[in-house]
């Protein structure tokens, strides 16, 4: 069994959707270890109801805090130290797709990151999507994780913008899973259809 670490290189680039789909595409169980606001509504709650199949399990944050904030940031609103002893991987006999927050480097405390969730024998998902300054911070998402030895590959969020995809692949040289087109909507038939697209390349 495997585990997908799914990160972005910032926030609002798709990585929720990128994680139903390959949550869908292996009928993986899914876990968010660090969640910051809207808790009525949050990422567990999205990927849930996206999600057709039955053996998916959702397993609980490790830390859940109220203000949209920087995990760092909204941990000392709420009153809480976020430790990396207590954000321990579920315990599960099927895949695992784990949806990171923001990008690598978000902190969250004073000396962790969220690129020190990502354990060594991770596949490690890049959500990247175009917009000025993308291709810097792709590269260096993506330079970040191929030094420190991982298995990076990447999938495009919006809109195909040809000349910066292109030298995204040519300068990162990983695998590309596929895009995830600007869609009018995402309900549970729209992932089911990405997760039949994307299996074979996970």
């Known amino acids: 069994m495997k585990t997908y670490f799914i990160t972005g290189i910032s926030t609002d680039v798709g990585k929720t959707i990128a994680s139903a789909i390959i949550t869908e ?79 690598l480097l978000v902190p969250l405390n004073d000396k962790q990151t969220v690129f020190n969730l990502v354990k060594p024998d991770y596949k490690v998902i890049v959500v990247s999507r175009h917009y000025l300054g993308s291709i810097n911070h792709t590269l260096l998402t993506t330079n970040a994780l191929k030094e420190k030895g991982f298995d990076v590959s990447i999938i495009f969020s919006g809109n195909e913008h040809e000349s910066t995809e292109s030298i995204i692949k040519k300068m990162t040289n990983v695998p590309v899973i596929g895009r995830i087109e600007e869609e009018p909507y995402f309900d549970k038939n729209v992932i089911k259809e990405y997760a039949e697209m994307f299996r074979e390349r996970l």
């Open 25 to 103: 595409a292996l009928e993986a169980d899914y876990w968010k270890p660090v969640q910051a606001g809207d808790l009525n509504n949050c990422d567990t709650k999205k990927v849930k109801a996206l999600v057709s199949n039955t053996k998916s399990k959702f397993h609980p944050n490790a830390y859940a805090m109220q203000t949209p904030m920087s995990p760092h940031a909204a941990a000392k609103i709420d009153v809480v130290n976020i430790e990396l002893k207590n954000i321990k991987p579920p315990k599960t006999k099927n895949h695992l797709v784990i949806e990171g927050a923001g990008g």
